[in-house]
């Protein structure tokens, strides 16, 4: 949540870089944003509340120009969408901060630097940051390092921040803790931002900062770096791999179109790890197959899109590969009293790698002494990765829509992956059963493609629901995480209010819900279960509420008053949930171009909540 970005450039103004890289970390938050360039010997701020463009029309218009600079564009956490609240922040004219994370400790800094004589103009934490790092560098002389590093001593919380002084024409300050920020090296010129999207168009070689960092910066990179203990240290540096092309909308109108559409490709290259390499235990780390060998359950930890798809992965852990597997929303399982078991597989899934909520989820599992962590995550080297013990990576390509898309289809296919690993592993699943997954991984893609077909009918459907308020979705078995996520989506983008329950649980509550003025979406492929989900489906028509039914070809249904039908090529087995993942997604997309809301910046909402 929040991107930064900063650079100093000997050569070139950095307004164009701050202004470019902002656009690309808009995806982090974009209720506000704001730049601060040195120009002379003062230092020149433009904000405005609302998008970037607005923002850097204001730079143009004021012909801002210099050689060092920082950027923010905010998803606001202390204090409401202000022009005062918008980053950068700056104490006395002298010190420039962004800062993305939170200072727990603020109030107490905030009455502190009152006492000092400091005024506040906004109601943000980050304001404490600004005043304390001047408070510092005008007490040792103008150090600006040393003011970061006596500043960060006081905070509490989580940051990435990145400062500079007005008298300071060369250098920069960044610090990390529990937040993102990686450094990229030009020729003559050093940039600092959230994530790698905001640079590859400046250059490809960029080193991860570590927690605890503080690094003191200049047009030829990194001049001094001290670590968490204070001691001297280097990061290593690397090429990202990341194409511009994947940063960009090419002929889509929307990232979450291009990313629903990317996902037979998307597919197709997670699962090559498995069609290439079998289901091998190595796949996921070269010390995989001993620490498999030794577990007796699994606890999956993930927050919104991913905790669905763990749900997902539950059902193929416990049925292909017989193992105990309990699935919990991170934000709870932190601060709950939990029996640890040291046997146990602890799973993090997220795209981003960096939610706060599954970050300390995994900390404290680890704190209780649950060493064995296995991470499924869609950006490489970020923090949960690099705090587990073996990782599989999604390979979804940059996700940029708010709304969760190919990394949850790619999720799932990691866990099916996984739970056939280990179904042969623990003897469950032999030769013949994974020749047959691996066909089953194979014609996904395939199967995907002819789901997105069915996109004019879903669009008709999409009609409907934007004039609706509320919305239910139903599906039983493996098919209920499907019925969560499609309701996730439509609420999330449509700012319809929906919500998704297995539905045998229907007459159990809901059902009063049910009238004329009520969809009610329900995934019914081909499986055990069928049966049951069409005698629910006659509670709800039953009481003249309308169905819009997801089937497969051999789900038989037909169309009449009240319930209509939209039939997925075929059934596809086991991986039937990703396959009935796509029209659910569709659905939102389409009804969000309907009601003219934002899919791909929805209100509210920031791509990655590296906050609690
Ligand atoms: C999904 O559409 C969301 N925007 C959100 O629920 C997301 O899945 C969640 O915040 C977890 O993110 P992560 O996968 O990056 O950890």
Redesign the pocket.
Known sequence: MCGIVGAIRAHHNVVDFLTDGLKRLEYRGYDSSGIAVQTGNKITRVRRVGRVQLMENAAREKGVHGHIGIGHTRWATHGGVTEPNAHPHISGGLIAVVHNGIIENFEEERARLQSLGYTFESQTDTEVIAHSVKHEYERNGHNLFAAVEAACARFHGAYAIGVIADDNHKEMVVARMGCPLLVAFGNEETFIASDVSAVIAFTRNIACLDDGDIALLNANGIEKLLDKNGQAAERKVKVSELSLASLELGPYSHFMQKEIHEQPRAIADTAEVFLDGGFEPENFGTTAREVFAGIDSIKIL?????YYSALTGKYWLESIAKIPTDVEIASEYRYRDVIANPKQLVITI???GE?LD?MEALKYAQSLGQTHSLSICNVLESALPRESELVLYTRAGAEIG???TK?FTTQLVVLFGLAVTLGKMRGHVGEEQARAYTEELRQLPGSIQHVMNLEPQIAAWAQKFAEKSNALFLGRGIHYPVALEGA??LK?ITYIHAEAYPAGELKHGPLALVDENMPVVVIAPHDKLLDKVKANMQEVSARGGELFVFADLDSNFTESEGVHVIRTPRHVGDLSPILHTIPVQLLSYHAALARGTDGDKPRN?AK??TVE
């Open positions: 993930a927050c919104g899109t991913s997220s795209q981003s939610t599954t708010v709304a969760s990394a996730l989506k999330e909402l990655s909540v």
